[in-house]
């Protein structure tokens, strides 16, 4: 059952995932995405915005309205930034739901969907909640479930509203870290496992400027992504290495900018995939991690063998294996993410302290290695959710100018960070 | 307050848990868990072992004080409001040589924003928050 934790696949020795092949996903819709939403204009609103993606994920679903039964979604909407009091509108658009988050239960009122029998608003951020979808489906909660994930971002500068920096007190947890200055969230940890990496093997911060400039090319070629629409250029390598340093040694285009917009998704059985109007994507297996270091920073070694284990997860849940997996979407909310994620998979043989040799290599979607062809988030902005939809389209064979010329049967997309994650494998084939 | 220019640290608030530790703090102490079934050091406190997952057997340990630092960098725009007037300033992870698998923060102070020898060995050294409360902090040996 879905609730709590319990249906989390965050553990090694489950075995084959119970309901492997047997959900499919088969409808997708994206949103408009801008930089911020202007406080106005309702249609762009994370309620607005979140009826727009699910009507098309529906719509590209051939399902109508009364098919649904499902509704999932997540607050980890990342809407740091506080303005309130703020200015409220006419109903639906009287409170935070509709504003700055959209319920399954707002959802369910303003498309009139009369058939839901599982309503779930609080699912976890993305990552994980794409595997609770699948579980959900496949544990006959609901037949067919509308997903969505929107990623808000109003005015002001991120994080600096956060009342946890503004305090000049730290609680609990943070006793151990706010007062040296480590700021919550994923950078600080992550940019330490970095560094340490770059210290074993050798290795330097321009190693990540192949990935950025590939990820913004794929980006180009999403288009509805951010940059696509609006910054519509390609990026040099000095424009890399010249960047504004956010953290030493990380520079602007280290870190997915952040947006807003939304995504959704349709689960549903396989057996009811068979009739609807896209080729299914079959699910072969959720997997999760939930963990942290031992110590006050987690370390390179801890990252490493939090995604080793994660690996040997998907492979026993799903029954493939590195050399079988065709299309790689790991998370690149920080650039310093997916060498860990790369080289814990070992996709196309990737060994640890190769990553940065490996994007020097050929990993543009024509070639060898179509290493993030979705342009990550990087590449169109933090919406995280392109992880998974360029997953679809590449399996579907629908990606236009981004679909990879190899093999596309199988993908592998999750998020966010190696140790706190989840992923979910992905296939043309049930089995 | 703190010696270096400008910083105004968040002052840790304590709990149940972390009361011994934080009084430890303030006589120059520093102590931390310790599992005795395991002989295995916890930082931060935890409720039980992270090894045997047991709380029986968690005792509070004086260590020496000494480590070396791991890594560092620059943080040169924090989003914390007590750390933004004394930017640039160092941030280094630091390992204890009794366990090196147990690491602390620390923004070195005594060595300038940069400079910070990796590798380098460092000993314990307390400084004063916002409320008066002492953090354990950590200095390059010269």
């Known amino acids: 059952m879905v609730s709590g934790?319990?249906?989390?696949?965050?553990?090694?020795?489950?075995?084959?995932?119970?309901?492997?092949?047997?959900?499919?996903?088969?409808?997708?819709?994206?949103?408009?995405?801008?930089?911020?939403?202007?406080?106005?204009?309702?249609?762009?609103?994370?309620?607005?915005?979140?009826?727009?993606a699910c009507l098309k994920a529906i719509a590209d679903a051939g399902l109508s309205l009364d098919d649904i039964d499902g509704l999932i979604t997540s607050r980890e909407t990342r809407a740091e930034q506080t303005w309130a009091p703020r200015p409220y509108f006419d109903p639906p658009y009287d409170t935070e739901d509709g504003l700055t988050y959209a319920s399954a239960e707002w959802i369910q009122r303003q498309l009139g969907l009369k058939n839901v029998k599982y309503l779930k608003s609080d699912a976890p951020y993305i990552g994980p909640m794409m595997g609770l979808a699948a579980q959900a489906v496949g544990d006959g909660l609901c037949e067919t479930a509308l997903v969505w994930y929107p990623m808000v971002n109003l005015e002001g500068r991120y994080g600096h509203n956060n009342p946890q920096n503004i305090n000049q007190e730290a609680p609990g947890n943070t006793a151990f870290s706010l007062p040296w200055g480590y700021q919550n969230g994923a950078m600080f940890n992550n940019l330490v496992v970095f560094l340490q990496y770059c210290q074993k093997y050798g290795k330097s911060h321009d190693g990540l400027a192949p990935l950025c400039l590939n990820l913004r090319r794929n980006g180009l070629m999403t288009p509805w992504g951010y940059y696509a629409l609006h910054e519509p250029y390609q990026l040099t390598r000095e424009d890399y290495l010249n960047g504004r340093v956010i953290e030493e040694p990380l520079v602007i285009y280290d870190c997915d900018r952040p947006v807003n917009t939304c995504a959704a998704f349709i689960f549903t059985t396989a057996e009811r995939a068979r009739d609807l109007r896209q080729k299914p994507v079959y699910v072969l297996n959720h997997a999760q991690n939930n963990g942290r270091g031992r110590s006050t920073m987690a370390t390179l070694e801890e990252h490493q063998e939090a995604v080793a284990s994660l690996a040997r997860k998907m492979w026993e849940g799903s029954g493939l294996g590195p050399d079988d997996v065709d299309i790689f979407n790991p998370y690149d909310g920080y650039l310093t993410f997916t060498q860990q994620f790369l080289e814990g998979f070992q996709w196309h043989g990737v060994k640890l302290g190769e990553a940065h040799d490996f994007y020097a290599d050929d990993i543009r979607v024509e070639g060898p290695h179509p290493f993030l062809s979705s342009g990550g988030n990087n590449g169109t902005g933090r919406n995280r959710a392109v992880l998974y939809a360029d997953s679809i389209e590449q399996l579907r064979g629908t990606a236009g100018p981004r679909q990879v010329t190899g093999r596309a049967e199988t993908a592998l997309a999750g998020c966010n960070t190696p140790d706190s994650c989840g992923f979910l494998m992905m296939s043309n084939h049930p089995s | 307050m703190s010696t270096i220019p400008g910083l105004q640290r968040p002052a840790p608030v304590s709990n149940e848990l972390t009361k011994p530790f934080w009084d430890a703090c303030n006589e120059r102490r520093l102590v931390l868990q310790n599992c005795a079934s395991c002989d295995r050091l916890l930082y931060p406190p935890a409720p039980r072992c992270d090894k045997c997952g047991s709380a029986d057997n968690l005792e509070w340990k004086e260590v020496q004080g000494k480590g070396h630092i791991d890594v560092y960098m620059v943080i040169r725009d924090s989003r914390i409001r007590g750390f933004r007037s004394a930017q640039p300033i160092n941030f280094a992870v630091i390992t204890l040589d009794e366990?090196?698998?147990?690491?602390?923060?620390?923004?070195?102070?005594?060595?300038?924003?940069?400079?910070?020898?990796?590798?380098?060995?460092?000993?314990?050294?307390?400084?004063?928050?916002?409320?008066?409360?002492l953090v354990h902090e950590w200095q390059v040996v010269t």
């Not at chain 1, 084959?16 to 609103?45: C, F, N, P, T, Y």
């Not at chain 2, 602390?104 to 460092?122: D, I, R, Y």
């Open chain 1, 5 to 52: 934790t319990s249906w989390m696949r965050n553990r090694e020795g489950l075995g084959v995932w119970e309901h492997r092949g047997k959900v499919a996903i088969v409808g997708w819709g994206q949103s408009h995405m801008d930089r911020r939403w202007d406080g106005v204009s309702l249609d762009r609103s994370c309620g607005g915005l979140t009826k727009e």
């Open chain 2, 99 to 133: 366990d090196p698998g147990i690491n602390f923060l620390s923004n070195l102070p005594g060595t300038p924003p940069g400079e910070v020898p990796v590798g380098a060995p460092v000993e314990l050294i307390f400084e004063e928050t916002s409320n008066g409360q």
